[in-house]
């Protein structure tokens, strides 16, 4: 399934107003949880930028610092 921008905006609307339900596509879902919403939310943007830029490879950095 591609993801558009407008899935994106729902899931974030849904998140700002603490509501577990979501429609776009014409369909309806209902998350279990924010935690769920928050995870559909995650899967959502990490497509989006693949679509935006596909094969470009993703890195991520760790900063250490010690106390």
Known sequence: MAFTQQNLDAIEKAIAT???S???NG???TYRSM???LK???V???ELLKQQAP???RSSIAIYQRF
Do not use: F, M, Q, S
């Open 18 to 20: 603490g509501t577990l």
């Open 22 to 24: 979501v429609e776009y």
């Open 27 to 29: 369909k309806r879902i």
């Open 35 to 37: 935690g769920d919403l």
């Open 40 to 42: 559909a939310r995650d």
């Open 44 to 46: 959502i943007k990490t």
């Open 55 to 57: 094969g470009v490879p």
